[in-house]
Every structure is written in structure tokens, then in C-alpha cells.
């Protein structure tokens, strides 16, 4: 499917999505249904639906692509966007002032989402930044307060995603695109002819 990218980060980097919680990936996926019924429908009422529904497909956008294989527990990360496994200091920034008790429109709360990754101990390591000066914290010594009152000076979150294999790929980089290409037939899904001349397409024009 193709859609908008701000939710990535909150559908990968979830304790829900890790534990394959239905109902995390139905609301994720609700949005790309409801447009292509819309597109279909010939109804056009959908912001974005004539755009996005004719071109989706098993390849990369001008973002790149992101596959999710349920059934090996393979993410295979090609995109330009979103950082999937690490929370970066916006959000972390985010969550101190999120609490648990406030959510956004879409129902999102950032406090609660690394809360929840810290408690059950999913944090594998998170450094901050102080005077620009990348520092490792020794979490074993933090409660969640303190390890939240630190928040501001946070460079990044690095998250336990087993069991899921995250392989990363260079959307901008020929040879790992064709890297990532064969590891997506390797997981067993198969292209259609517009889907093989896309991805042609796709490594012909990062190659120029």
C-alpha cells in the first residue's frame, strides 16, 4: 500500500505491533482500505485516494518501502523516512509531554508507548546528549521516573524488536535496492509484470 508516513513510526515501533496485536495492525490498515473503497467506489471523496490507490504496489515510492513478513518475523526496511527499532529525541521530547493521560487525535501517547517498551525491559540501550556529547545510559539503575526525567537530553532509544529481524536497506543506494528486491522474493512474494518493470525503473533512475 502507499500512504502517508507519519504513522510508521508509531504502527513499527510498538510493543502492539511486536506482539502482533490484531487490532494494532486493523486501525493501521483501516485508512488504506477506506481509500481504496473509496477510489473504487468511484466515490473520490477521500483526500489522496486517486493518488495513492493507482500507483500501490510491491515498490518503492520516492520514500522508499518498508515489508513486513508476519509469518517469519522479517522487517525488511528500505525507506528514507521513519527510523524503525530507534525512537529519536522528538518523540522522546514528545512523551514527557504527552503523560499517560493524554493522547493525541489519532489516540497516539508517545509517555505511554516508551513507558510501556521500558517496564518490560525492551529498552536494549539509550544514550543522551548532553553539551553534544553522545552518552550511553546504564539503564539497570533507572527507575522509569527517573529514566523519564532525564527525557529532554535524550539522542535516541534503541528498542528490542525480537523476535523480529530488522534487515535495513539504502533506498538512495542501487545495490542495496537490488539487495532488498531479492530478499523480499527470498521471503516468498511474488511480483507482477508492472511490479518487476517498476522496480527496473525505480534502480535505473538512483542510478543516474
Request: hydrophobic share 35%; proline share 3%; with cysteine.
Amino acid at each position: 500500500m502507499f500512504r502517508w508516513t507519519n504513522g510508521i513510526p508509531y504502527f513499527f515501533n510498538n510493543l502492539k505491533f511486536i506482539e502482533e496485536n490484531k487490532r494494532h495492525l486493523s486501525m493501521y490498515l483501516r485508512t488504506w482500505r477506506d481509500m481504496v473503497e473509496d477510489y473504487t467506489s468511484g466515490r473520490n471523496a477521500l483526500s489522496m485516494a486517486e493518488v495513492y490507490v493507482p500507483e500501490a504496489g510491491l515498490i518503492p515510492s520516492s520514500y522508499g518501502l518498508i515489508v513486513a513478513d508476519y509469518k517469519t518475523h522479517t522487517i525488511l526496511d528500505g525507506n528514507c523516512y521513519s527510523t524503525i527499532g530507534i525512537i529519536h529525541s522528538i518523540k522522546a521530547w514528545t512523551a514527557k509531554k504527552d503523560r499517560e493521560d493524554k493522547v493525541d487525535q489519532r489516540g497516539y501517547n508517545d509517555y505511554r508507548l516508551i513507558k510501556d517498551f521500558f517496564d518490560k525491559k525492551r529498552i536494549k540501550e539509550a544514550y543522551v546528549m548532553p553539551r553534544h556529547r553522545k552518552t550511553p545510559l546504564d539503564l539497570a539503575t533507572l527507575t522509569f521516573d527517573k529514566f523519564a526525567g532525564t527525557i529532554d537530553d535524550y539522542h535516541e532509544i534503541v528498542l528490542d524488536m525480537s523476535p523480529w529481524t530488522l534487515k535495513r536497506f539504502d533506498r538512495r543506494n542501487a545495490e542495496s535496492m537490488i539487495k532488498m528486491r531479492e530478499e523480499i522474493l527470498a521471503l516468498g512474494f511474488e511480483l507482477t509484470n508492472g511490479e518487476k518493470a517498476a522496480w527496473t525503473r525505480y534502480i535505473k533512475d538512483i542510478r543516474k
